[in-house]
């Protein structure tokens, strides 16, 4: 069951991180339009600098998922290598847990101002160019929750299946 669920998330995971990188390169080719726009016509795309900002943002939260599950937060790997097997589990634990708190603490302090942008119809920008909030605001509290979801997973991992993910190819994502 849990390696079934483990799936589940990876597959989740996987698609949002090959969707942060189409919006990658669909900002990088606005930055290209509108620095040609400028350079040859004078004319600069109204909203790039919201649209990048916010689209920045997003691409982050999209790929925390997957830099959760290969592993890629925060490691070192040389204090793990003087550990034995249960301190690696110990100190897998322990990361997770306080990755859950972490992220926790992020979606918990994200979600008023979530919902007060989608009741109030929020928007950045200036009278010429609006741009809604919301899409960020509910990215930054799904990927958060995501990554919660991840790091229990790795957490459930290490305790039952003693997955650490040390000279592991299944620990990371296949793609």
Not at 40 to 64: T, Y
Not at 77 to 85: A, I, K, P, V, W
Not at 97 to 120: T, V
Request: proline letters at 2%.
């Amino acid at each position: 069951m849990l390696l079934a669920i483990d799936r589940a998330f990876e597959g989740i995971t996987l698609l949002l991180k090959y969707f942060a990188a189409a919006l990658l390169l669909a900002v990088a080719l606005l930055i290209t339009l509108d620095v040609t726009m400028r350079f040859f016509f004078n004319q600069p795309i109204i909203g790039i600098a919201e649209i990048v900002s916010n689209g920045i943002v997003i691409i982050a939260f999209l790929q925390l998922g997957y830099s959760v599950r290969i592993r890629s937060m925060l490691r070192s790997d040389f204090l793990l290598s003087r550990l034995g097997l249960g301190g690696k589990i110990t100190v897998e634990v322990v990361t997770c847990m306080l990755s859950i708190l972490f992220f926790g603490l992020i979606a918990w302090a994200s979600w008023s101002p979530m919902m007060r942008s989608i009741e109030i119809g929020e928007f950045i920008g200036h009278a010429s160019f609006q741009m809604p909030t919301w899409p960020l605001r509910v990215t930054i509290v799904g990927c958060s929750l995501l990554a919660i979801a991840n790091y229990a997973l790795l957490a459930l991992r290490a305790l039952i299946l003693r997955d650490t993910g040390e000279n592991d190819e299944t620990a990371q994502v296949a793609v």
